[in-house]
């Protein structure tokens, strides 16, 4: 059974930090690009970041600098560190496993809510 487990998440002040971990289990995780996505309140789903299975990293521009997407691939976890965190990275956070299209193909988990406090 494929399952994406999310968490990490909290409330924090602006220019805080935040770790969030996403462990994936019914997939081959070594093998697949994993991505970090972001949904707040009213808006649409965004890519935040990923990283293929080389471990080669993308990141949106409004936090490159600020955030860094990692993996383990023995704990089937992909990680996202946060920092200088911005009221604007208010959000539900979620993984999710990118196909060739760059598009998400798993079925979302509960996902991880953060909140920054100005």
Do not use: H
């Amino acid at each position: 059974q494929v399952q994406l487990v999310e968490s990490g998440g909290g409330v924090v002040q602006a220019g805080g930090s935040l770790r969030l971990s996403c462990v994936a289990s019914g997939i081959i995780f070594s093998i697949n690009r994993m991505g970090w996505y972001r949904q707040a309140p009213g808006k649409q789903r965004e890519l935040v970041s990923r990283i293929t299975s080389d471990g080669i990293t993308n990141y949106q521009a409004s936090v490159k600098d600020r955030f860094t997407i990692s993996r383990d691939n023995a704990k089937n976890t992909v990680y996202l560190q946060m920092t200088s965190l911005k009221p604007e990275d208010t959000a539900v956070y979620y993984c999710n496993a990118i196909d060739y299209n760059l598009l998400p193909y798993l079925s979302w988990g509960q996902g991880t809510q953060v909140t920054v406090s100005s």
